[in-house]
T-cell receptor, first 113, second 111 residues
Framework: EAQVTQNPRYLITVTGKKLTVTCSQN?????MSWYRQDPGLGLRQIYYSMNVEVTDKGDVPEGYKVSRKEKRNFPLILESPSPNQTSLYFCASSYRGDYNEQFFGPGTRLTVL | DQQVKQNSPSLSVQEGRISILNCDYT??????FLWYKKYPAEGPTFLISISSIKDKNEDGRFTVFLNKSAKHLSLHIVPSQPGDSAVYFC??????????FGKGTKLTVNP
């Protein structure tokens, strides 16, 4: 089954404790992206990757890091989480850039205390 | 600056009637538009798209209309069903540029 998986689905952590949210896709997509969804703000892009070892900032990259060492994986790293990063996070992938429909993961609900 | 606007946070319609969700954009470079549907506790799923070379695209009960001169697109759902109740996001992009999403419209279809 073609899918984007994220782990964990739910996470409660404390300020400053480094965490990683994993994202994996099995569709051989070149393009992967991370979004956060906040009430009243819709979906905002954090980082994206056009291909292996190619990453770039989205609209709200502050406080986040990403890496793309393999085509299928695109982890989101919060080196020192803060309460304003409490949000619902989605990973997405598509065959080639935003011009194609993006497939979204199920989401990771993160709470930073 | 909000480039993609969905001015109605919510919409309620009766089952069997038409649902019309609206979206406005400001960037004249956008040439590809998509609608996504999102249920609670799930990721958004692609619904339908339209290229700027067209003014209408249909897929079953879903039709998207594009008015380039007004920088406006709309999603029509006919007939609406209770299972259509979800948040609908409008998104736009130009080739090689990232998708820009609207804030979403929550559709409730009442039985």
């Amino acid at each position: 089954e073609a899918q984007v998986t994220q782990n964990p689905r739910y996470l409660i952590t404390v300020t400053g404790k480094k965490l990683t949210v994993t994202c994996s896709q099995n569709m051989n997509h070149e393009y992967m992206s991370w979004y956060r969804q906040d009430p009243g703000l819709g979906l905002r892009q954090i980082y994206y990757s056009m291909n292996v070892e190619v990453t770039d900032k989205g609209d709200v990259p502050e406080g986040y890091k990403v890496s793309r060492k393999e085509k299928r994986n695109f982890p989101l790293i919060l080196e020192s989480p803060s309460p304003n990063q409490t949000s619902l996070y989605f990973c997405a992938s598509s065959y080639r850039g935003d011009y194609n429909e993006q497939f979204f993961g199920p989401g990771t609900r993160l709470t930073v205390l | 600056d909000q480039q993609v606007k969905q001015n109605s946070p919510s919409l309620s319609v009766q089952e069997g009637r038409i649902s019309i969700l609206n979206c406005d954009y400001t960037n004249s470079m956008f040439d590809y538009f998509l609608w996504y549907k999102k249920y609670p506790a799930e990721g958004p799923t692609f619904l339908i798209s339209i290229s700027s070379i067209k003014d209408k695209n249909e897929d079953g009960r879903f039709t998207v209309f594009l008015n380039k001169s007004a920088k406006h697109l709309s999603l029509h759902i006919v007939p609406s069903q209770p299972g259509d109740s979800a948040v609908y996001f409008c998104a736009a992009s130009s080739y090689s540029e990232k998708l820009v999403f609207g804030k979403g419209t929550k559709l409730t279809v009442n039985p």
